[in-house]
């Protein structure tokens, strides 16, 4: 049972353009999100996160926007850059309680390709 | 600054054998956890050790099972092996307390890839 879904397997995106990476989720616990870029042969690498409590958090070029009520987040990649592609994840961990460890749950991906 | 190491990088094995990998937490990490990532998928939560002892436990059948050593470091295994058990097998290392405290970010290794035959 997929409970965070990234519906678009695949984008491409102009240098200097905009990139939006979508996400949506189905599990109302849910609490923390995150993004991860992944390259070839490497392992995810963290790349911004938000709080339930919020709805938007920003980092440099990137952006996370949180709408509770939709269940769906977006990365937003402002301006893109050919070194951004790559494959991003979108994860969700739940509330927990202590001692009880905590998980991430993962979507199946969306590949960016940034073209010059 | 070692981030997340892990071994083997690759390994073959047939079906019915054991395999065991290994790895060691970032610096000044005191939680591992293990995801399984098959081909076109994102990465599934296996387990995630604390304190040498199991705290939580994804949906994976009792063939995988782990340790964590005093040292923080840690092995998964994984007994009579079946072909879909082929997949990158990911190790996170990550802080208990803030994880506990929701920012549950974790660190992630480059991962063994795990080929059975």
């Known amino acids: 049972d997929q409970q965070v879904k990234q519906n678009s397997p695949s984008l491409s995106v102009q240098e200097g353009r905009i990139s939006i990476l979508n996400c949506d989720y189905t599990?109302?616990?849910?609490?923390?999100f995150l993004w991860y870029k992944k390259y070839p042969a490497e392992g995810p690498t963290f790349l911004i996160s938000?709080?339930?409590?919020?709805d938007k958090n920003e980092d440099g070029r990137f952006t996370v926007f949180l709408n509770k009520s939709a269940k769906h987040l977006s990365l937003h990649i402002v301006p893109s850059q050919p070194g951004d592609s790559a494959v991003y994840f979108c994860?969700?961990?739940?509330?927990?309680?202590?001692?009880?460890?905590?998980?991430?749950?993962f979507g199946k991906g969306t590949s960016l390709l940034v073209t010059p | 600054d070692a981030g997340v190491t892990q071994s083997p990088t690759h390994l073959i094995k047939t079906r019915g054998q054991q395999v065991t990998l290994r790895c060691s937490p970032k610096?000044?990490?005191?939680?591992v956890s293990w995801y399984q990532q098959a081909l076109g998928q994102g990465p599934q939560f296996i387990f995630q050790?604390?304190?040498?002892?199991?705290?939580q436990r994804g949906n994976f059948p009792d063939r995988f099972s782990g340790h964590q050593f005093p040292n923080y470091s840690s092995e998964l295994n994984v007994n009579a092996l079946l072909l879909g058990d082929s997949a990158l097998y990911l190790c996170?290392?990550?802080?208990?307390?803030?994880?506990?405290?929701?920012?549950?970010?974790?660190?992630f290794g480059a991962g063994s890839r795990l080929t059975v035959l």
């Open positions: 996170a290392s990550s802080l208990w307390l803030a994880g506990i405290s929701g920012a549950n970010v974790l660190t």
């Open positions: 599990n109302s616990m849910f609490d923390y």
């Open positions: 938000i709080s339930s409590i919020k």
């Open positions: 994860a969700a961990s739940e509330v927990t309680m202590s001692n009880s460890g905590y998980a991430l749950n």
């Open positions: 610096s000044g990490h005191d939680t």
């Open positions: 050790y604390y304190e040498e002892e199991e705290r």
